[in-house]
């Protein structure tokens, strides 16, 4: 199991950031949760096995559709044992 979070900056609040991370995350099967930031970015962790959380890394860089992530910022941190997959 390994953890991320990232924070991705740009136009990433208003176009559905949130939800379509949760929706990759679950058919990953990567637990977290992602939440919007009072500066306009939105902040997101996962957990889960190494190849998913990478694929959601990945996922959270190109964003999905109206979105446009101008920077994500990735750090490790250590598990905390996470379940599901929540927006805050």
């Known amino acids: ?9 740009g136009s990433v609040q208003g176009v559905f950031f949130r939800d379509a991370t949760r929706r990759e995350a679950n ?3 990567v ?3 992602a939440r919007n930031c009072a500066d ?3 902040e997101a962790v996962f957990e889960g096995e190494p190849d998913a ?3 959601l890394v990945e ?3 190109q964003g999905p559709g109206h979105a446009r992530v101008e920077r994500l ?8 044992g996470l379940t599901g997959f929540d927006v805050r």
Request: net charge positive.
């Open 1 to 9: 199991m390994v953890r991320r979070r990232v924070r991705a900056h």
């Open 27 to 29: 058919r990953r099967g």
């Open 31 to 33: 637990a977290g949760w």
């Open 40 to 42: 306009g970015s939105v």
């Open 53 to 55: 959380v990478d694929a």
């Open 59 to 61: 996922f959270t860089r």
């Open 73 to 80: 910022d990735v750090a490790e941190e250590a598990p905390e």
